[in-house]
């Protein structure tokens, strides 16, 4: 079987964008592919520098993937920083790797350009974590010889770099030593819109987190900022945020049904933002449930993600070895 590998950086409660952009699909594929899922954590130490946000953010991701149906028995599941091989690779990768390819890196040139525009120097609060982090994210791929990894479209460059990287290896020593990974992007939801209309992410501070309480998620969906049209006017579903978060949670029936609703005329925002909250907690409710369980039990949590650690670190030390074999290191 081929192999399936994805992660998740731990720099926030999960929304409905890590959901559908990335677990979803990729429990879709663990039913064909070996798969490998895991919780960034080193990555998110990049920017969240308080160690108790950081340990629940973890424990968050972790209950996350889980909540969401996936069965540690049959996907290896485990936290980045339990595989220390992981960063015995990303030192390998680091010497085949441009310093130009890093400069390149939309995470890094995106900070680079936020620090012009107000006017401070290039490089002011950007870490050496930020500006390689396509470097350790290419060591989780090419460590676990992975085939396809199920991202949102935000993820593709790097997925890429970790292409070129693992190219300049093979190349070097005149050896398929390294997989060659592909990004898998589902287009339909590969950009999750948020509740301002942008994509959705932590740092736009518009998302609809996963396990919001009932209450909260009602709250944040009659927030989605509207136009002026009034109840008697007839609506445009495609050019509609809250049709287009709609779409992600309900029946075709039903969208069938509420884009003819929109069309008639007679219904308001209210209304539209109502059904959209009930396909919302529909779904996500049980959900939430498991969650809460889950993150009540940090010990059952912990021992999951340590079992998941040995099968990974069983696997990983394999690359390890046949690259340190190939590169001269072990005499
Ligand atoms: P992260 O933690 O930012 O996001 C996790 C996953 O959620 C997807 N995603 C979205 N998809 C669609 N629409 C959105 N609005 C949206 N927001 C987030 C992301 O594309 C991603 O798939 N660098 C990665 C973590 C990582 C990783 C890896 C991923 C580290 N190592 C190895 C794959 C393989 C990241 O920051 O994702």
């Known amino acids: 079987r081929k192999i399936s590998l994805t992660g998740i950086k731990p720099t926030g409660s999960l929304h409905i964008g890590n959901y559908f952009g990335a677990i979803k699909p990729a429990l879709e594929l663990a039913k064909d592919y070996d798969a490998r899922y895991f919780i960034a954590d080193y ?15 973890i424990r968050e991701v972790a209950a996350g993937w889980l909540a969401a149906g996936l069965d540690p028995e049959k996907v290896v599941f485990y936290r980045q920083s339990s595989v220390p091989e992981t960063f015995e690779l990303s030192t390998i990768l680091m010497a085949f790797t441009a310093k130009g390819l890093m ?9 680079v350009q936020a620090n ?10 950007i870490n050496m974590g930020l500006y390689t982090y396509p470097v350790l994210m290419a060591a989780d791929i090419l460590l676990f010889d992975t085939d396809v990894v199920p991202v949102g479209k935000d993820q593709v ?13 093979n190349f070097n020593y005149k050896k398929d030593l390294l997989v060659i990974p592909q990004a898998l992007i589902q287009e339909s939801v590969a950009v999750i819109p948020g509740l301002d209309g942008r994509k959705m992410s932590k740092s736009y501070n518009n998302t609809i987190p996963l396990f919001a309480p009932e209450k909260q998620l009602r ?8 136009n002026s049209q009034t109840v008697e006017e007839p609506k445009n579903p495609d050019t509609c945020q809250i049709f287009a978060l709609y779409k992600l949670f309900a029946t075709k029936e039903e969208q069938d049904a509420l884009a003819q609703r929109y069309r008639a005329g007679g219904m308001g925002w209210g209304e539209a933002k109502e059904a959209l909250f009930q396909v919302v907690n529909r779904e996500l409710a049980p959900m939430r449930e498991r969650f809460e369980a889950l993150i009540a039990d ?5 021992k999951t993600l340590q079992e998941g650690a040995e099968k990974a670190r069983a696997i990983a030390s394999k690359t390890i070895a046949r690259l340190r074999k190939a590169i001269g290191i072990d005499l």
């Open 157 to 169: 460059q790097h997925v890429e770099m970790a292409q070129d990287i693992a190219q300049a290896i």
């Open 219 to 226: 709250k944040l969906i009659m927030r989605i900022v509207t």
């Open 116 to 125: 012009n525009e107000k006017g401070e120097d290039p490089d002011a609060g």
């Open 43 to 57: 990555h998110a130490l990049n920017s969240v520098k308080d160690s108790k946000e950081l340990a629940t953010y």
């Open 103 to 111: 400069n390149r890196a939309h995470a890094y040139k995106a900070a």
């Open 298 to 302: 940090p010990a059952g949590l912990n």
